[in-house]
């Protein structure tokens, strides 16, 4: 059985099929982008995670060190402040990449990633630019007080990032200095 439409003019079934076609197209190209804006999205943030996860690994990597070396001979030498140093400059690196901060997906997960990384600043500044050494000592000690709690906040990445977790676990848990 063949549905045929009235005659208005000559090719009415051709103007109706290129109308159907027209219409399917727009809705395959809908689809198209929408699916590849997903797809970029999320490649976005993982990239995001993988590059916080990383910054966030280093900085707990450099402040187990400084701790270490903090116990050992002078409190603030060349070593735990070199150590320090290279804490602040991780922070720095947060601060350059931010803006992708918002390429995460959980609000949660972003605001923990950035209180800990504000306070860890304030800490590594009040250590770094501290005149009294009371005061650097305050500061020190706050920093390690927050030290613990990078951890989780890379573990909560590292699915988002796509990677295994083994390569941070093996850096986390290796004796430094």
């Known amino acids: 059985m063949r549905f045929e439409f009235p005659e208005f003019g000559h090719q009415t079934e051709t103007l109706v099929a290129v109308i159907a076609g027209a219409i399917l197209a727009t809705i395959g190209g809908f689809i198209a982008t929408q699916a590849e804006a997903m797809?970029?999205?999320r490649e976005r943030e993982r990239t995001a995670a993988l590059m916080f996860g990383e910054v966030?690994?280093?900085l707990r990597v450099l402040v187990r060190a400084a701790e270490d070396s903090h116990s050992r001979g002078e409190?603030?030498?060349p070593l735990t402040m070199r150590l320090l140093r290279s804490a602040r400059r991780e922070v720095e690196?947060?601060?350059?990449?931010?803006?992708?901060?918002s390429d995460l997906r959980a609000t949660d997960l972003r605001l923990a990633i950035h209180g800990v990384m504000i306070r860890?600043?304030?800490a590594l500044d009040g250590?770094?630019?501290?005149?009294a050494a009371e005061d650097r000592d305050g500061s020190f000690r706050y920093l390690l007080t927050l030290a613990p709690g990078i951890e989780p906040l890379v573990r909560r990445l590292v699915p988002i990032a796509g990677?295994?977790?083994?390569?941070?676990?093996?850096?986390?848990?290796?004796?430094?200095?």
Do not use: C, F, K, W
Not at 127 to 131: D, I, P, S
């Open 39 to 41: 797809l970029y999205r």
């Open 163 to 177: 990677q295994p977790i083994s390569p941070y676990e093996e850096m986390a848990h290796t004796p430094q200095v």
């Open 93 to 101: 690196a947060y601060d350059r990449t931010r803006p992708a901060l």
């Open 56 to 58: 966030l690994a280093s």
């Open 75 to 77: 409190p603030y030498g």
């Open 127 to 131: 250590v770094l630019e501290a005149r």
């Open 120 to 122: 860890i600043n304030l």
